[in-house]
Nanobody
Framework: QVQLVESGGGLAQAGGSLRLSCAAS????????MGWFRQAPGKEREFVAA????????YYADSVKGRFTISRDSAKNTVYLQMDSLKPEDTAVYYC????????????????????WGQGTQVTVSS
């Protein structure tokens, strides 16, 4: 069993930055692909970014490409989402998720690829 705990959310101004962290329990974290998703009020949860087990490949939604960076530190059992040039439309609850497959199983953007989810952290961007 893997438990995921997100942190680092909060309030930021447009153009500002935040860094989200996702701390994972469990010895097999280093072999899991990881992803970040978000859900804005009144909208469905959507893919944001993903990273394979060794950090060799990363994937981004078009809406965040060039502004967000996903990374991981397996020694700390933590995955990060650095968010720069924030926009009001980035306001959402952000969730991290773990896929037991090292390279991602069914597709990085598919929520059913992921086996474990965190509780989410709120990010609010003011204009």
């Amino acid at each position: 069993q893997v438990q995921l705990v997100e942190s680092g959310g909060g309030l930021a101004q447009a153009g500002g930055s935040l860094r989200l962290s996702c701390a994972a329990s469990g010895r097999t974290f280093s072999r899991y692909a990881m992803g970040w998703f978000r859900q804005a009020p009144g909208k469905e949860r959507e893919f944001v970014a993903a990273i394979i087990w060794n950090g060799g490949n990363t994937y981004y939604a078009d809406s965040v490409k060039g502004r967000f960076t996903i990374s991981r530190d397996s020694a700390k059992n933590t995955v990060y989402l650095q968010m720069d040039s924030l926009k009001p439309e980035d306001t959402a609850v952000y969730y991290c998720a773990a896929d037991r497959s090292p390279y991602g199983s069914r597709g990085h953007e598919r929520q059913d690829s992921y086996n474990y989810w965190g509780q989410g952290t709120q990010v609010t961007v003011s204009s």
